[in-house]
């Protein structure tokens, strides 16, 4: 298969795209159909679309044949973003963010430490070998920022816990943001990763703009694509990387992260 990237940021390409990989479907009488309709065309309900049902899972074929990979970024706070380049992108391992947990609170009760962990309870296997990402960036550090300025969610959420449990009131959150630096990845996640009630979502959203743009009826909805891998992702995936200057921090005033680190040894 040829490499071709579907990149979210870019609606101007893969709008154009689709004449190439489903004209056959999205064709004049279609277009002329919703130009007459003008139906409002949300992505969570096809309806909109003549015969639907036999529609949408053809388009969703063509667009995994089409593209081979989608582009997509991974926020994270690394104290070594050389290991991605080396090793890829591994899956969520809760024995590895526990032992990690550990050696950055050793100064707390190891009861204590246990007590945060096992009032996890099963999110430890639930999340097991999964990596999220967000198909645009820029909406990833305004909505989840959390992951470049705190690192693992998983990591986050124990010293919240251990939070609750102090006496004297210290928040143990706040020392992620001492250790690593602000990162996002660039990765071009390979289409067959992809699980296809994912890769039904972007097609749907393919769909829903498209529609609005054919109609003249858009929907002021700011779509972006989730990806959730279940599996590692290869070194050679990742494309690039930066670190954001500012970050839309929920969990701290004035509500802006403010990074003093935007290069490394490994910026190009």
Sequence with gaps: MKHRTLDWRNRRSWLGSLRFYAGD????A???????KRPKCWSDDLSWLPDHEELVPAFC???????SHAKAFHGCRPENIRSYYEHGLQGHQADRIQARFRELFSDVAPDQLQKAIDELGNRSTSEKGKIWLTGDDRKMLD????????GSEYLLSLAARLTRFDRYGEDYRWRLREIGVPTVLEVDIPFALIRPGQQAEVANMILSVWGQN?????LGMDLSPC?????????DCIKDHYHPERIRDVHREPGMYVSTVTQCEMCA
């Design 25 to 28: 479907l999205l064709d004049p």
């Design 61 to 67: 074929d063509k667009l995994a044949s089409y593209y």
């Design 30 to 36: 279609m277009r002329r159909h919703l130009e007459r």
């Design 143 to 150: 909505d989840f920022g959390h992951y470049s300025i705190n």
């Design 214 to 218: 054919v109609t003249g009826k858009h």
């Design 227 to 235: 990806y959730v891998i279940h599996g590692d992702i290869p070194a």
